[in-house]
């Protein structure tokens, strides 16, 4: 019985941690809102870079939006943990009762919610603007979601390990965009696939397992990285 | 009859380390010369020439094992930062830093002669196959992992930082090959591939000593790079007074 009270009692942190989050984010749009415009910038750079013509877009549409859709969400990664950092209540995180593994699950999932969710609303405005049809846009909007809340939560080891150190944001990048690999080979590739008659499943399946697997390692890392970094 | 022991444990302090890793690398690092000079005597001159490849071959006697030793340093790497990690060692992390520029080293050492390779039999320097992908994901990991512990000015705290760091890469490094390795197959039909053609005894042999010359010479290095950072570490220690003067 007190188990089950215990539980319900880490939701209610975890609710709590999230609310907080988006609150937050609220009062500052523009966090929210600079990802959104940097992602719309990166990608319409490519066809300007790469020339207009429309088959070469067609073909390059997935990969080049699932890149800036990384780009732009890794943007955003470093204040995860930054500002709560500056002003003292990530030490009180690590202080609390709660497991902090929790803790940092929850920072994740808002990452995902405020700037992983906004890309994947916004990433069919842009896949219309490089002639993807209505199936390649829903699939992409597909992976996007089973994707994103894998970059927030491998980020979030990124975010905790470069916290207060010199230079934080190159260093950030350059830790975690080896990691983002696999899910930018599946994420991009699903839509190929199915232009390609393969069938996207096995895609969508992988990016799945990369989900669980990010999800039960990722606060582990991240927790031990951010008890380091407040040593 | 009494045997001897040995206190294996003394050696986890720096100090102790610093001594027996002084004594140590001149052997490895003259086994690693002499292995060398037999495996490369075995390469150039007595091992035959390839019946497709011509002369060109001869560079996989450099290229297989580096790329062997770029992988098996990261794990050996992850494993002493873990060990660090798990009983709060410091020589463990030494030894994780000590590693990394030479595991950084090897991973080049095996794209640069991939590309020496590539030119005659492939007509490219590069092509996006799932191994040279991959090597240069692990050149990447190692490059970050010595970024990281770079821009960390408490030593103990970049060591933490860069055992998190490369635990989480060594988690990684099968689930990146195995991506980058599908994305090949879907990308790009079969490439070139070595299998098929059985290895003469005497390439094998050429090319066994040669895996063991790069082994010793990774051991070496480490020892004597070890040796540096236990002095930069530990220098205001009074036996690093004595061991320098």
Same mark, same amino acid.
Not at chain 1, 147 to 165: C, D, E, F, R
Not at chain 2, 73 to 81: D, H, Q
């Given at each position: ?99 902090? %593994?929790? =803790?940092? #699950?929850?920072? !994740? $999932?808002?990452?995902?919610? &405020?700037?992983?969710? @906004?890309?994947?609303?916004? *990433? ?77 499943? %096995?895609? =969508?399946? #992988?990016?799945? !397992? $990369?989900?669980?697997?990010? &999800?039960?390692?990722? @606060?582990?890392?991240?927790? *031990? ?7 | ?245």
């Amino acid at each position: 019985m007190s188990q089950t009270v215990k539980s319900i009692g880490l939701i209610h942190v975890m609710l709590a941690v999230l609310k907080r989050e988006v609150a937050l984010a609220m009062r500052q749009k523009g966090e929210v809102l600079t990802p959104l415009v940097f992602f719309m910038v990166i990608a319409s750079l490519f066809p300007l870079g790469v020339g207009a013509e429309s088959s070469l877009l067609l073909r390059m549409a997935p990969g080049v939006l699932w890149v800036s859709a990384l780009l732009a969400a890794m943007l955003s990664l470093q204040r995860m943990f930054a500002t709560d950092y500056a002003d003292g209540s990530l030490e009180q995180m690590v202080l609390s009762p709660t497991p902090l %593994g929790l =803790l940092v #699950l929850a920072k !994740a $999932l808002a990452h995902f919610v &405020l700037s992983g969710l @906004p890309l994947v609303l916004m *990433a069919p405005v842009l896949g219309l603007q490089f002639g993807l049809d209505a199936r390649a846009l829903a699939i992409l909007m597909l992976t996007l979601l089973l994707g994103a809340p894998s970059l927030s939560l491998i980020g979030s080891i990124g975010a905790a390990l470069t916290l207060g150190v010199r230079g934080a944001g190159v260093l950030l990048s350059l830790l975690i965009l080896p990691l983002y690999i696999p899910v930018l080979i599946f994420g991009a590739g699903a839509v190929e696939a199915d232009a390609a008659g393969v069938g996207f499943g %096995g895609h =969508l399946s #992988l990016l799945s !397992a $990369l989900l669980v697997l990010s &999800l039960f390692f990722s @606060p582990f890392a991240t927790a *031990a990285a951010l008890r380091i970094s407040l040593e | 009859m009494k045997t001897p022991v040995i206190h294996w444990f003394k050696f986890a302090s720096p100090q102790n380390f610093y001594h027996l890793a002084g004594k140590m690398w001149p052997w490895f690092a003259a086994l690693a010369t002499l292995l060398a000079l037999v495996g490369l005597w075995i390469a150039l001159f007595v091992a035959p020439i390839d019946a497709q490849q011509g002369q060109g071959y001869r560079i996989i006697f450099v290229h297989v094992p580096a790329s062997q030793m770029a992988m098996f340093i990261y794990l050996v790497m992850a494993a002493w930062a873990g060990l660090g990690l798990a009983f709060n060692t410091r020589l463990s992390g030494m030894m994780a830093s000590a590693l990394a520029p030479t595991g950084a080293l090897f991973a080049f050492l095996s794209l640069l002669t991939g590309a020496l390779w590539g030119k005659p039999m492939w007509g490219a320097w590069w092509v996006w196959d799932a191994r040279l992908t991959s090597t240069l994901i692990l050149l990447f990991l190692y490059l970050g992992f010595m970024a990281l512990q770079a821009s960390i000015d408490d030593p103990r705290r970049a060591d933490k930082a860069g055992a998190v760091l490369a635990l989480v890469g060594a988690v990684n490094v099968p689930i990146i090959y195995f991506s980058v390795k599908w994305w090949n197959t879907l990308h790009q039909g079969a490439s070139v591939s070595l299998k098929g053609s059985s290895m003469a005894s005497t390439m094998l042999a050429g090319m066994l000593i040669m895996v063991l010359a790069f082994w010793m010479y990774a051991i070496a290095m480490a020892l004597l790079r070890v040796r540096n950072i236990i002095l930069e570490r530990e220098h205001h220690a009074e036996w690093v007074k004595h061991a320098v003067a």
